[in-house]
């Protein structure tokens, strides 16, 4: 009898804690409902899915609906790509037009699929923008117009929606969480080239009955949905933290 080899995990730091990563990015042939990314923006699926999403969860607030939609695109995108490059020095491909996505029944990303495991590198030393770099250059930056475009969403929004993972897989990727590098990222006006930085300001560290909290810049509107749980202290908005 023929053994059928099961697929590996993408990255051996995809393990433990972090095991569920396996689940949110694997190679494209592992991910067989995933689509082409490119081809998904590009031919009205994604507008179709916003409304999809919008039927299943009774918003009626579009900017609402691409905000939410995003915080799971960006949570399945980043962290297992932070958590590899934290934890092995693995550079996954982060090249929008490479990868594919896969979604869930109710229209929200599900996985994310990649050509290859990437490759190995430890030239960043503690820099956060060459650890993160080609993530924002590749892929972040191609797919926030699309969420202003056809969610009507901000591009100061979306980008405040990625740094929120960021910055948490930053803090707990490993055991030596690397609150310096997540709280460069959004401490420096200028990109090391000297452009702006996108994610410069979008996260404040204050002070709470005593106990330091992460508090997002601009809020992500999900209280403008029915059914969604506050985020807590994380939000900006001071009439949604008791929520």
Same mark, same amino acid.
């Not at 919008?54 to 932070?82: E, H, K, N, Q």
């Given at each position: 009898m023929a053994v059928i080899d099961e697929p590996k995990g993408l990255s051996a730091a995809f393990a433990g804690p972090h095991a569920w990563c396996n689940e949110k990015m694997m190679l494209s042939e592992n991910l067989s409902d995933g689509i082409p990314l490119s081809d998904f923006f590009a031919s009205g699926a994604f507008d179709r899915t916003l409304s999809h999403y919008a039927g299943a969860s009774g918003g009626t607030?579009?900017?609402?609906?691409?905000?939410?939609?995003?915080?799971?695109?960006?949570?399945?995108?980043?962290?297992?790509?932070?958590?590899?490059?934290?934890?092995?020095?693995?550079?996954?491909?982060?090249?929008? @037009?490479?990868?594919?996505v896969a979604l869930s029944d109710d229209g929200l990303p599900r996985a994310f699929g990649v050509a290859t495991a990437g490759r190995w590198r430890d030239d960043d030393g503690r820099d956060?923008?060459?650890?993160?770099?080609?993530?924002? @250059?590749?892929?972040?930056?191609k797919v926030v117009p699309h969420l202003k475009a056809v969610g009507g969403i901000s591009p100061r929004l979306a980008w405040n929606n990625a740094a929120v993972y960021i910055d948490y897989a930053l803090r &707990?990727? $490993?055991?030596?969480?690397?609150?310096?590098?997540? @709280?460069?990222?959004? $401490?420096?006006?200028?990109?090391?080239?000297?452009?702006?930085?996108?994610?410069?300001?979008?996260?404040?560290?204050?002070?709470?009955? $005593? &106990?330091?909290?992460?508090?997002?810049?601009?809020?992500?509107?999900?209280?403008?949905?029915? $059914?969604?749980?506050?985020?807590g202290s994380l939000c900006a908005?001071?009439?949604?933290?008791?929520?």
């Amino acid at each position: 009898m023929a053994v059928i080899d099961e697929p590996k995990g993408l990255s051996a730091a995809f393990a433990g804690p972090h095991a569920w990563c396996n689940e949110k990015m694997m190679l494209s042939e592992n991910l067989s409902d995933g689509i082409p990314l490119s081809d998904f923006f590009a031919s009205g699926a994604f507008d179709r899915t916003l409304s999809h999403y919008a039927g299943a969860s009774g918003g009626t607030d579009r900017r609402a609906v691409a905000s939410m939609w995003s915080l799971y695109y960006f949570s399945a995108l980043t962290i297992p790509y932070v958590v590899a490059r934290v934890l092995d020095h693995q550079a996954l491909p982060a090249d929008f @037009d490479q990868m594919t996505v896969a979604l869930s029944d109710d229209g929200l990303p599900r996985a994310f699929g990649v050509a290859t495991a990437g490759r190995w590198r430890d030239d960043d030393g503690r820099d956060i923008f060459a650890l993160i770099g080609s993530l924002m @250059d590749e892929h972040l930056a191609k797919v926030v117009p699309h969420l202003k475009a056809v969610g009507g969403i901000s591009p100061r929004l979306a980008w405040n929606n990625a740094a929120v993972y960021i910055d948490y897989a930053l803090r &707990t990727a $490993g055991t030596d969480p690397m609150s310096d590098q997540a @709280d460069a990222m959004v $401490g420096r006006r200028l990109m090391p080239n000297g452009a702006p930085n996108p994610f410069f300001d979008c996260l404040r560290q204050e002070e709470e009955d $005593g &106990t330091r909290v992460c508090r997002r810049k601009i809020c992500c509107l999900r209280y403008l949905l029915p $059914g969604i749980p506050s985020c807590g202290s994380l939000c900006a908005l001071p009439s949604q933290r008791k929520q």
